[in-house]
């Protein structure tokens, strides 16, 4: 017989050496990104999904408008929307945790060999019985148990208190959101109307200095004019073009940014429906009046309150875990072994335990529990200071707002009448084209200013409210459909002039 080298390997060994490379090989994981195709292939799905279930525009954008389509097609409000569902979804399931263990088993078991034993006499160490079998090799098993403990019950019932509360906090956040979302809507929407009135006049202005520019240089090339002169004209024409310009670039991206508020496809023209007059709102409550409200609505500080309820629950429930558990349970079971008597039966049991080491965990866990709770009542202590600082900024801010759009509207009236008188004098011959230029140019500055001083008097105003803690919607609506949140809009606009404001000045 041929002796085997100390360094040869069975030939089973290496089977076995080379089934294990290969199952090795198969678990490992490589990156696999994603090809240009499969990218590609997303693009035309994301886009319908984005803006393939929105209502199209019908004409002229008014702020109710752009404010309910913002609150129904906004991404980021969609994911509010969606966190809270996901949170009332979390609730239903831990809800399920108080219920009772239903447990339902079967089986198969089988045997080589016979499960044959014999017994042994203690006193002598003797054979007493000859070798038995008292089951099958063979045999099928079920059993049915329903267990409940009381101990998982109670924490289980903490928890979906917590979670409750949970729920209730992101219904908060998402009215937080709301507002910051109308916020936006509101600032937008304005810079919008500005940039829509003063466009065509701007373009107007633009056309004639570049007229006026074409002749300068015509009268600067047949030396008609003095050099000096006809540089400064030149200067002048080229500033007032500049500034125009500028402006234009700047109010080009007003419709655009109200656009992605509203979730409207980039690029997709519309006009913003402009109001008739623009109404200055006017405070009548107190400001004693407004900080109490502040604390009362504001969602900052509901959800404050909300987080100080679960640290109270949290502490009952890590008293409850320091309880005994009580399980009670009840079974029916199954065995088809033919050499037992009965083979189907029926049992029930009651069983305490405790883990007595807890005594000891009692007082610490009761402490950090404490100090958790007055943590959270000292952060809503600073929370309310807060809402009362904001609260108090805003009024100022709002009736500064309004001072200076009353200033911007004297002065835009003058600027407007100069540049008549201007236009008037040019018509006439009776001066050149240039001052009227510059009347224009400052009477297209002058209503900038208007504009946007209105804006930030309308931001303010949003602020104001936002910072009282109103919400932008009604409670119920007649219906989620575009006019039906429009309409809620203005009976919630009509709600915060009776809160907040009375009508004109």
């Not at 886009?47 to 002229?60: D, I, T, V, W, Y």
């Given at each position: 017989m041929t002796r085997q080298k100390p360094g040869d390997v069975p030939g089973?060994?290496?089977a076995l050496s080379a089934l294990l490379l290969v199952a090795l090989s198969g678990c490992a994981v490589t990156p696999a990104p994603f090809s240009l195709e499969e990218r590609r292939a997303t693009l035309a799905v994301d886009?319908?999904?984005?803006?393939?279930?929105?209502?199209?525009l019908g004409?002229?954008?008014?702020?109710?408008?752009?404010?309910?389509?913002?609150?129904?097609?906004?991404?980021?409000?969609?994911?509010?929307l969606m966190e809270e569902a996901m949170a009332q979804r979390q609730l239903d399931l831990s809800s399920l945790d108080m219920l009772p263990k239903l447990a339902a088993a079967a089986g198969y078991t089988s045997r080589s060999k016979e499960n044959a034993s014999s017994s042994q006499n203690v006193a002598t160490g003797a054979q007493s019985l000859v070798?038995?079998?008292?089951?099958?090799?063979?045999?099928?098993?079920?059993?049915?148990?329903?267990?409940?403990?009381?101990?998982?019950?109670?924490?289980g019932y903490f928890s979906a208190k917590q979670q409750s509360d949970r729920v209730l906090i992101l219904q908060q956040r998402k009215r937080k959101v709301a507002m910051q979302l109308v916020q936006q809507v509101r600032e937008a929407w304005w810079q919008a109307v500005g940039a829509q009135q003063l466009e065509e006049r701007i373009d107007a202005l633009l056309a004639e200095a570049n007229r006026a520019l074409e002749d300068a240089r015509q009268v600067e090339k047949q030396k008609l004019r003095a050099p000096l002169d006809a540089l400064n004209y030149r200067r002048q024409l080229l500033d007032v073009i500049r500034q125009m310009g500028m402006?234009?670039?700047?109010?080009?991206?007003?419709?655009?940014?109200?656009?992605?508020?509203?979730?409207?496809?980039?690029?997709?023209?519309?006009?913003?429906?402009?109001?008739?007059?623009?109404?200055?709102p006017a405070l009548t409550l107190t400001l004693d009046e407004m900080e109490e409200m502040a604390l009362v609505n504001r969602p900052e500080v509901n959800e404050a309150r909300y987080s100080e309820r679960i640290g109270a629950v949290e502490t009952r429930k890590a008293l409850a875990k320091l309880l005994?558990?009580?399980?009670?349970?009840?079974?029916?079971?199954?065995?088809?072994?033919?050499?037992?008597?009965?083979?189907?039966?029926?049992?029930?049991?009651?069983?305490?335990?405790?883990?007595?080491?807890?005594?000891?965990?009692?007082?610490?866990?009761?402490?950090?529990?404490?100090?958790q709770l007055e943590v959270a009542r000292a952060q809503r202590m600073?929370?309310?200071?807060?809402?009362?600082?904001?609260?108090?900024?805003?009024?100022?801010?709002?009736?500064?707002?309004?001072r200076q759009f009353a200033m911007e509207k004297e002065?835009?009236?003058?600027?407007?009448?100069?540049?008549?008188?201007?236009?008037?004098?040019?018509?006439?011959?009776?001066q050149g084209r240039l001052p009227a230029i510059l009347a224009d140019a400052n009477a297209v500055l002058s209503s900038l200013r208007l504009y946007q001083s209105y804006g930030e008097l309308q931001n303010a105003y949003g602020q104001m409210g936002a910072s009282l803690g109103l919400d932008p919607l009604p409670e119920s609506t007649a219906g989620y459909d575009l006019p039906a949140l429009a309409e809620a809009f203005k009976g919630a606009e009509g709600r915060w002039q009776g809160q907040v404001s009375g009508g004109k000045p």
């Amino acid at each position: 017989m041929t002796r085997q080298k100390p360094g040869d390997v069975p030939g089973r060994y290496r089977a076995l050496s080379a089934l294990l490379l290969v199952a090795l090989s198969g678990c490992a994981v490589t990156p696999a990104p994603f090809s240009l195709e499969e990218r590609r292939a997303t693009l035309a799905v994301d886009r319908q999904a984005m803006f393939g279930s929105q209502e199209p525009l019908g004409g002229p954008v008014t702020l109710q408008e752009a404010m309910a389509r913002a609150l129904k097609y906004n991404l980021d409000y969609r994911v509010k929307l969606m966190e809270e569902a996901m949170a009332q979804r979390q609730l239903d399931l831990s809800s399920l945790d108080m219920l009772p263990k239903l447990a339902a088993a079967a089986g198969y078991t089988s045997r080589s060999k016979e499960n044959a034993s014999s017994s042994q006499n203690v006193a002598t160490g003797a054979q007493s019985l000859v070798p038995s079998v008292s089951s099958e090799k063979t045999s099928h098993t079920a059993d049915l148990n329903l267990s409940w403990n009381v101990l998982d019950f109670g924490v289980g019932y903490f928890s979906a208190k917590q979670q409750s509360d949970r729920v209730l906090i992101l219904q908060q956040r998402k009215r937080k959101v709301a507002m910051q979302l109308v916020q936006q809507v509101r600032e937008a929407w304005w810079q919008a109307v500005g940039a829509q009135q003063l466009e065509e006049r701007i373009d107007a202005l633009l056309a004639e200095a570049n007229r006026a520019l074409e002749d300068a240089r015509q009268v600067e090339k047949q030396k008609l004019r003095a050099p000096l002169d006809a540089l400064n004209y030149r200067r002048q024409l080229l500033d007032v073009i500049r500034q125009m310009g500028m402006i234009r670039n700047a109010l080009s991206q007003a419709k655009p940014r109200l656009a992605a508020i509203m979730n409207v496809p980039p690029g997709m023209p519309f006009k913003v429906a402009v109001p008739s007059d623009m109404p200055t709102p006017a405070l009548t409550l107190t400001l004693d009046e407004m900080e109490e409200m502040a604390l009362v609505n504001r969602p900052e500080v509901n959800e404050a309150r909300y987080s100080e309820r679960i640290g109270a629950v949290e502490t009952r429930k890590a008293l409850a875990k320091l309880l005994p558990g009580l399980e009670i349970s009840v079974g029916q079971h199954y065995d088809s072994n033919k050499f037992l008597v009965n083979h189907s039966w029926s049992d029930a049991g009651l069983r305490v335990s405790w883990n007595l080491l807890n005594l000891f965990s009692a007082g610490p866990i009761t402490k950090v529990a404490g100090a958790q709770l007055e943590v959270a009542r000292a952060q809503r202590m600073a929370l309310n200071m807060a809402v009362l600082t904001q609260v108090n900024v805003a009024y100022l801010d709002l009736q500064g707002r309004t001072r200076q759009f009353a200033m911007e509207k004297e002065l835009n009236d003058v600027e407007q009448q100069i540049y008549a008188q201007n236009r008037n004098a040019t018509s006439s011959g009776a001066q050149g084209r240039l001052p009227a230029i510059l009347a224009d140019a400052n009477a297209v500055l002058s209503s900038l200013r208007l504009y946007q001083s209105y804006g930030e008097l309308q931001n303010a105003y949003g602020q104001m409210g936002a910072s009282l803690g109103l919400d932008p919607l009604p409670e119920s609506t007649a219906g989620y459909d575009l006019p039906a949140l429009a309409e809620a809009f203005k009976g919630a606009e009509g709600r915060w002039q009776g809160q907040v404001s009375g009508g004109k000045p």
